[in-house]
């Protein structure tokens, strides 16, 4: 059965996001590679995958296709601020089946969005987000959001049902 999974601020081709973040990797080669495989060894041809902004910051949309053709899933890209060098239409032909500039609505109830929305505990939805990446001032997950930038995620795409295992175990 397919799945949906989620994650944000892959960077591809940002090597400054690297020291910026503190990721664990020694160069961008590292980088992407460990991202592929991860993302790869998670998500099945027939999953979708919900990127949640900052896909890539090569200006050479032909690297984009071949990281999209290397990556499994289908894949949907709201965009991030280090997205918008490129419109929604060349986003999807260089491989995204959907592209937003806006956040959408899941399931009738999870906005995902790139950067995090105010939510409080009046209002009937739940974000999920990117953006923020480690920084400290936000959880990974409130009873009201879920970050799922890449450094909160291991590096991975996480299952919808496991973001929300984690959003009811707070409660």
């Known amino acids: ?27 961008i080669r590292e980088q992407e590679d460990v991202l592929i ?27 984009d296709e071949e990281i ?3 990556l499994n899933g289908s894949k949907i890209l709201i965009m ?4 918008t060098h490129r419109g929604a ?15 959408i609505l899941y399931k009738n ?22 953006h923020v990446h480690g920084n400290a001032s936000y959880r990974d997950v409130s009873p009201q959001s879920a970050c799922v930038s890449v450094e909160r995620i291991d590096y991975t795409p996480v299952e919808f049902g496991e973001i929300m295992r984690r959003i009811k175990n707070l409660q």
């Not at 993302?39 to 032909?62: A, C, K, M």
């Not at 991030?80 to 997205?83: I, M, Q, S």
């Not at 109830?109 to 990117?130: D, Q, T």
């Open 1 to 27: 059965m397919a799945k949906d999974y989620f994650i944000a601020d892959t960077h591809f081709g940002h090597e400054a996001i690297i020291r910026y973040e503190n990721r664990p990797f020694k160069d």
């Open 37 to 63: 495989k991860n993302w790869n060894d998670t998500v099945s041809p027939e999953d979708t995958v919900y990127i949640l902004g900052d896909f890539s910051v090569y200006e050479d949309i032909e690297k």
């Open 68 to 70: 999209l053709k290397l």
């Open 80 to 83: 991030g601020n280090h997205d």
């Open 89 to 103: 239409q060349t986003w999807r032909e260089a491989g995204f089946s959907e592209c937003s500039r806006w956040p």
């Open 109 to 130: 109830f999870f906005i995902l969005s790139h950067e995090p929305l105010y939510m409080n505990s009046n209002m009937p939805y739940v974000n999920i987000y990117g």
